[in-house]
Each structure stands twice: as C-alpha cells, then as structure tokens.
C-alpha cells in the first residue's frame, strides 16, 4: 500500500478526533478541568484521586502490551466504537458518585476500554489518514482537535455546573455541588455514546484502507514484536513520551493552582483549566504543519525546551495573587511547550522509518513504557500536594517536571541524531 496516495477525506480526521478525545474526557478531563470539585464530590483527596488514576495505569500498562496486536487484526472503527460504548456505561455508573474503592475498580475498568481496545487503533487510523507526506498535519489535526473537543466538553460542563449550582442555592455545598456535577457527567455520558454510534456507521471508508492492506499479508504477532526491537529509536520514543506524558499530566493541577495560590473559586478555576485547554488546537495545528516542513523531531526538542523554562518560572514562586497577568503568561508558554511534545510524538514514527505492517505492535510496545506516568504520575503528584499544602507543593511538582523536560531533550536530540544518520547514509 503506497501511504503517499491515501485519500484523506476531511470527515474521516474528524471523527477521530471527536472520538480521540472524548473517550478520555471521563477518566481526565473532567478531573483535570474541575479538579477542586472532583475531589469534594468524591470525597477524595490528591492522593486518593492520584492511586485511582495508578489504577488506570497498571490496567492500561497490560493493556498496551496486548491492545498493539489487536490493532493489527481488527478493523479500527469496530474497536474504537465498541470502547466509546463501554466509556459511556461506565460515565453513567460514575454519576452515582461511588465508593473510593468503587472509583478504583472503574478506573480500572477505563483503563481497558480506553487503551486495550481504542488507543492503538486511533493511532494507526490517524498514520494511514496522513500517509508518508503528512504525518505532522495528520497529528497535529489529532492532537490540535482533540484540544479543542476537550475544551468543548470543559465549557458544556461548566455552563451545565455552573447553572445547576445558580438553582440549588438553598442546598448545602456538598449537596448542591454533588447534583451539578451529575449533570455535568450525564451529559458527557451521552455525547461519548453518541460519538460511538458515529464512528461505527461513518469509519468505513478508513478501515476499508487499513483492510484492504492487512489482507496482504498474514499477522504474526511474535515476529512484529521481534521487528519492533530492532529499531533503537522504538526505545527512544519510550523515554521521549513518557517524559513528556508527565509534563501533560502536570497540568491537570493547573485548576487547583488557581484555586490554591491565587485564590479562585470552584466555577473560577474550572474556567482555568477549560481556558487552558483551547491552546491546544491552535499549538497543534501550527506544530503539525511547521513539522511537516521540517523535522518532526526538531519541534519536540523545542516544546521540551519551553516546557523546562517555563516549570523553573513556576518553581521560582514569583507568581502570585497579584500577579494575575504573569500567571496567564506562564500558562500559555507552558502550554505550547507541553502541546509541542504531545502532538508530535508519534508523528516520529515516520521519520524512523517504521513500517506500517507493524504500527499497531510498535504503538503498543512504545506506549507500555511510554504511559508509564498513568501509574506513578498521579500518586508523585498527589503526595508532593498533600505533603506540602498550598504553593510550595505546586513548586515541587514543577521542579520534577523541569527534571523529566531535561531528560525528554536529551532523548529527543539523540533520537535526531540517529534518524539524521540515517537519512544520510540512504
């Protein structure tokens, strides 16, 4: 199959990212952009909502490893509407604001339906999409998109939340806070459902690609994985995601740093983290196309760079209550630098010169290091808040993040080095 000369209907990039996105929205977004109110509705502190998301971790970790193959059998638009379904069931039991124990199982539960059957599959559906020419557009549109479904999703739920909340003043806070939040849940609930119907109807034509091309040839599942380990820059991308995996799952505090250090509400510092998230659209479509010009890696090793100065200005402790515009500042070159990272690190799979037989195996394989950060990122944070109430555990959090962006630059420019030598020597 010649990727060069894959039609790229518009509606097919589309759809995968309305369902790229919405597929996490309950398992993150939900918690990232209210994160003040999640925890009080669950009766959950940071470090409890962190070893929920560990759960997710481990579940995910196992699913990784196995979700690759199934990518490279089944066609992805069967996949992916089968998880968004599950997703769904899941967000209407999450309404009944569970147990601490029940919210351990359901992450778990998420971890499954999100990466063993959905992640691989989006994946590789958005590789066939951008053929060889336009790896950077076609995740840059993924990623970009998902950003902006994500803030979408953020300003439904705070438009739901904060009109529930106007009518349930004479309720206690608890009570008030905990009927809002339902709403926002259910209707987040059923818009995944809805998006899972039309991946399934309307995904034909992409799968058909991927078919088409699968049927040329038989899956053997154990020689991809030997084929996937003779690639060291399949190893590099393991270090490369993962840190900056840890960098997009920092900024799930950014909500709660409103609220903390400059002293916002619940309403005030969910608008935080839903305004932060519409940076992301533009961040990933400029990348993906200055990318596709250049190098993919050359702008990774950028957003890493940003990424690492601007955890150090927030580390300094310069911001503050009266520095609301320094804030905003900060957050947006944050942002491009975190944005920068995710939207590009696996449109590199083409410039290593991976063969498309063996995306779904090498998606799989890369990403069971890779996310590692859904297992230890969540706790690391939690305890570096709750062990240090107010800013200072906020400094401690970006000093680790500044740490993880150096360790991310150095494997991105390796991995530079290697695929430019190799470039040359063709």
């Given at each position: ?160 939340f904060s009109y529930i909340i106007s009518m349930q003043v004479s309720e206690t806070s608890i009570l008030g806070h905990q009927k809002a939040f339902k ?244």
């Amino acid at each position: 199959m010649d990727t060069t000369k894959t039609k790229r209907p518009f509606f097919i990039i589309l759809l995968l990212i309305f369902a790229g996105e919405a597929i996490f929205v309950l398992p993150f977004v939900l918690a990232r952009i209210f994160r003040p109110t999640f925890l009080e509705v669950f009766n959950i502190n940071n470090l409890e909502l962190g070893n929920c998301f560990s759960v997710y971790g481990v579940v995910a970790f196992i699913s990784y490893f196995f979700g690759g193959s199934l990518a490279d059998k089944y066609a992805p638009r069967t996949l992916m509407a089968v998880a968004l379904f599950m997703t769904a069931i899941g967000g209407f039991y999450m309404a009944t604001f569970p147990s601490y124990f029940a919210m351990k199982l359901l992450f778990g539960y998420y971890g499954f339906t999100t990466i063993f059957l959905f992640w691989a599959p989006m994946i590789k559906a958005t590789r066939v999409w951008g053929g060889q020419d336009k790896q950077g557009l076609a995740f840059g549109f993924l990623d970009g998109g998902r950003g902006l479904v994500a803030a979408s999703f953020g300003s439904l739920g705070v438009l739901v939340f904060s009109y529930i909340i106007s009518m349930q003043v004479s309720e206690t806070s608890i009570l008030g806070h905990q009927k809002a939040f339902k709403y926002v849940i259910w209707a987040s609930s059923t818009v995944i459902l809805f998006i899972g119907i039309l991946v399934y109807y309307f995904l034909k034509p992409l799968s058909s690609n991927v078919e088409a091309f699968q049927s040329q040839k038989k899956i053997y599942t154990l020689e991809n994985f030997k084929s996937v380990l003779k690639y060291p820059t399949v190893w590099l991308m393991m270090l490369i995601i993962l840190c900056a995996y840890v960098g997009y799952k920092t900024t799930d505090i950014f909500s709660l740093y409103a609220k903390d250090v400059l002293g916002y509400d619940d309403i005030g510092s969910a608008k935080i983290g839903t305004y932060l998230l519409y940076i992301r659209p533009v961040t990933g479509i400029a990348i993906g196309l200055l990318a596709d010009r250049t190098r993919a890696s050359l702008w990774i090793i950028i957003g890493f760079l940003i990424m690492m100065l601007s955890s150090l200005f927030f580390a300094s402790g310069v911001i503050s209550d009266n520095t609301i515009g320094l804030f905003v500042i900060s957050v947006v070159f944050m942002a491009i630098g975190v944005y920068a990272t995710r939207v590009l690190y696996f449109a590199i799979m083409e410039e290593a010169k991976l063969p498309l037989a063996i995306t779904g195996t090498a998606v799989g394989f890369i990403s069971v290091v890779g996310y590692t950060p859904d297992i230890f990122a969540g706790p690391m944070i939690g305890v570096l808040l709750d062990n240090s109430p107010g800013e200072l555990g906020h400094q401690h959090v970006f000093v680790v993040m500044a740490i993880f962006a150096l360790i991310g630059f150095c494997a991105t420019l390796a991995f530079s080095i290697i695929t430019r030598k190799k470039l040359i020597e063709r």
